[in-house]
């Protein structure tokens, strides 16, 4: 049995026994019997949290109580067991609360949902920004699930991106994700704090960026300060897409280059030759995910005399039918192409480079200025591509020309794909509106606006961000535009930590403040979409019938498992919300 745990309840026991005969006693038993019953809901506990960590099936609604068929939660709690004698004693021996049924399953994560958003609900009324990000998908039951994210700085100065639920939603318009994010809000932000909400982050979807009934026009309405960001992780799909889609020749590159993957993945056997010969899987290509794009184009660039290899053995095995045969010799016919492998080359070149920023804009502790620094490196490498377009065209390997471009014709494309991407990235990513506020603290600039200040952006800053002192703000930038200790700090992030190690937060005050602003801004929507994998986890075509409580609780467990690993006394708070849940037999609560 576990340590005795002290109560609040022991001082006056001693006091009250010698009045009451017996009282002390039976005041020592009911505790030593809920210390003991704490002790094995606590274990209960663990195991419950060990499966949502690891995101393992517990017992469903529909399923029985059988114990030929016990289930991953049952048989974990067994195996625990086996190395304590008390968990054993009492699996035996209970006959009030055994702890093991769906229903205490349920109300303990229904607890351990509560626990976890009370500690997040308190990191976000200490913080003194907070941000969103949201998106929407449908589950495997069709039903549509809203997730939402919170971004803020934490008591320890930190950037945190917490999971806070998925929200059902009827009908993914505006009003009702409007609805839906604005009730949540409510109860996270007191009406007196309406200037906390400094930002919220979409997706591109016209339901979520519209000017004027879209939901971030709708949120901007009661939270006025919440100034809206499109995912550059979106926009940089959409810069992509139109530097292709655009240009006929190079859109059916693309197209061919599909094709390499749908042709093995229709065909275990088609895939063994691939696995004999190449030795590696083609990725598939996805419409919105450049980056498996550019996983297609190095995998083929790379293998191309493997891939030769390959088909012309599935042509000449016999072992394949006719229609199999035929497509083998187109994809021959396509390697051997001098414009494919151009185009192959050209774009072997640029993909690493739109991998690496997509990587980028993909970390949680990114901010503005940080994200600008990433695009101009982006653009400088596509320029320093087009200035190399002659040294592409002479590497192209020996290829037939039966549909070969000819040289300027190459070139020409080649420039345009360059043009096309460098001007959608000075479109897509420039920093207007409140994201001005970055120019700002962009250290590279410090010494330029130590000559002449940026009063212009000053200006656009306070005006999206009214609760800055501009006159404060103003004499604090002047002294950190002429100080070369700060220039050195690359990023809104690192100045930011500058300052708090150098206890600086008072003398810098609005600067602080400014920097807490940019960093809390989420420029990517990137978490929400993380958690749609871990929805398609826990809610699979067998669980389908999960309830929304259910279904939260377990993605709370698995997405945030270091705060319910960290957490002081989390099982202790869980038990006491157990026990004050509803009227039970079996003793929680001390004397």
Avoid at 39 to 45: A, D, F
Wanted: aromatic share 10%; glycine share 4%; hydrophobic share 40%.
């Amino acid at each position: 049995m576990a340590p005795r745990i002290p109560h609040s309840g022991e001082g006056s026991m001693t006091a009250c026994s010698s009045f009451l005969p017996g009282f002390g006693t039976n005041v020592t038993r009911h505790n030593e019997e809920v210390d003991k019953n704490r002790y094995i809901l606590s274990k209960l506990i663990d195991c419950v949290k060990f499966c949502g960590a690891f995101e393992l099936a517990l017992r469903g609604h529909d399923e029985t109580e059988a114990s030929e068929n016990p289930g991953i939660f049952r048989g974990l709690v067994n195996f625990a067991s086996s190395l304590d004698a008390a968990l054993k004693e009492h699996l035996e021996g209970a006959t009030v609360f055994r702890g093991t049924s769906k229903t205490i399953q349920n109300e303990l994560l229904d607890c351990m949902l509560t626990v976890v958003k009370e500690y997040i609900h308190e990191e976000v009324t200490a913080a003194d920004y907070i941000a969103i990000q949201a998106d929407e998908t449908s589950d495997v039951s069709v039903q549509c699930q809203l997730a939402l994210v919170l971004r803020y700085i934490d008591r320890y100065n930190v950037i945190q991106e917490r999971f806070f639920e998925f929200i059902p939603i009827e009908n993914a318009n505006a009003e009702n994700i409007a609805q839906a994010l604005l009730e949540r809000m409510s109860a996270l932000i007191p009406p007196k704090d309406k200037t906390k909400l400094i930002a919220q982050a979409y997706d591109g979807a016209s339901v979520m960026r519209g000017a004027t009934g879209g939901v971030q026009r709708k949120v901007m309405d009661v939270y006025e300060n919440a100034h809206y960001v499109h995912c550059y992780a979106h926009q940089l799909n959409l810069v992509m897409q139109q530097a292709t889609s655009k240009i006929p020749k190079v859109s059916v590159f693309f197209s061919e280059l599909g094709g390499f993957c749908a042709f093995f993945s229709r065909s275990p056997k088609r895939t063994s030759v691939l696995d004999d010969v190449v030795g590696s899987r083609l990725p598939r290509a996805c419409a919105t995910r450049w980056n498996f794009h550019s996983r297609s184009v190095n995998t083929v660039y790379e293998h191309r005399d493997d891939l030769l290899k390959c088909f012309k053995t599935i042509q000449d095995s016999g072992n394949f039918d006719a229609v199999t045969v035929r497509e083998a010799g187109g994809f021959v016919r396509m390697l051997e192409d001098g414009t494919f492998c151009f185009f192959l080359q050209l774009f072997h070149k640029i993909m690493p480079h739109v991998d690496m920023l997509f990587q980028q804009l993909q970390k949680r502790n990114i901010d503005p200025i940080f994200i600008k620094a990433a695009i101009c490196n982006f653009a400088d490498s596509i320029r320093n591509i087009r200035s190399s377009i002659f040294t592409v065209q002479e590497e192209i390997p020996a290829a037939k020309r039966q549909r070969t471009l000819g040289p300027a014709e190459q070139h020409r494309i080649a420039i345009e794909v360059c043009d096309t991407i460098w001007a959608q990235t000075k479109e897509r990513f420039a920093f207007t509106g409140h994201l001005v506020s970055s120019t700002l603290l962009q250290g590279e600039l410090f010494s330029q606006h130590a000559k002449t200040f940026p009063s212009a952006a000053l200006n656009a800053t306070v005006e999206a961000y009214p609760m800055l002192n501009k006159a404060r703000l103003k004499t604090e930038l002047s002294l950190v535009y002429e100080n070369p200790e700060f220039e050195k700090c690359s990023g809104a992030v690192p100045l930011y930590q500058f300052f708090m190690e150098n206890n600086l937060q008072c003398t810098f005050s609005e600067t602080v403040n400014l920097l807490k602003i940019l960093i809390t801004t989420p420029m990517t929507s990137a978490e929400s979409e993380r958690c749609f994998s871990t929805l398609k986890r826990i809610k699979t075509f067998l669980r389908s019938t999960m309830s929304q409580e259910r279904l939260n609780a377990l993605a709370m467990l698995s997405m945030e498992k270091k705060i319910v690993k960290d957490m002081p006394n989390f099982n202790n708070k869980v038990i006491d919300r157990f026990a004050t849940q509803k009227e039970r037999r079996a003793k929680f609560l001390y004397k």
